[in-house]
Nanobody, 124 residues
Framework: QVQLVESGGGSVQAGGSLRLSCEASGRTHSRHCMAWFRQAPGKEREGVAA???????RYADFVSGRFTISRDNTKNILYLQMLNLKPDDTAMYFC??????????????????WGQGTQVTVSS
């Protein structure tokens, strides 16, 4: 089992920034693919960014260079630096992990481990 705990969410004004963190514990593995997903009320869940064990990254088109995903394998922490936030970025953000989910991203189904989420609210 892998436990994922997100932090760093909050309320900001449009144009602001936040850095989300996700601390992994349990049977963590540096070879896990990790990613961030988000879901807003009434909307479908969507992939935001993913990173594999070698540091290769993938981003959703809507990120448009505003977000950066990174990981510290020595500390088992995943990050999402978000700049120039927009009201449309308002959502619950989830940290996810799995050993063989890279090819499945941006689908959420391949990821077996999910955190509880951290809320991001961006006001105009």
């Amino acid at each position: 089992q892998v436990q994922l705990v997100e932090s760093g969410g909050g309320s900001v004004q449009a144009g602001g920034s936040l850095r989300l963190s996700c601390e992994a514990s349990g049977r963590t593995h540096s070879r896990h693919c990790m990613a961030w997903f988000r879901q807003a009320p009434g909307k479908e869940r969507e992939g935001v960014a993913a990173i594999d064990s070698d540091g290769n990254t993938r981003y959703a088109d809507f990120v448009s260079g505003r977000f950066t995903i990174s990981r510290d394998n020595t500390k088992n922490i995943l990050y999402l630096q978000m700049l120039n936030l927009k009201p449309d970025d308002t959502a619950m953000y989830f940290c996810v992990a799995d050993s063989s989910a890279w090819d499945g991203w941006p689908r959420g189904e391949p990821f077996g481990y999910w955190g509880q989420g951290t809320q991001v609210t961006v006001s105009s």
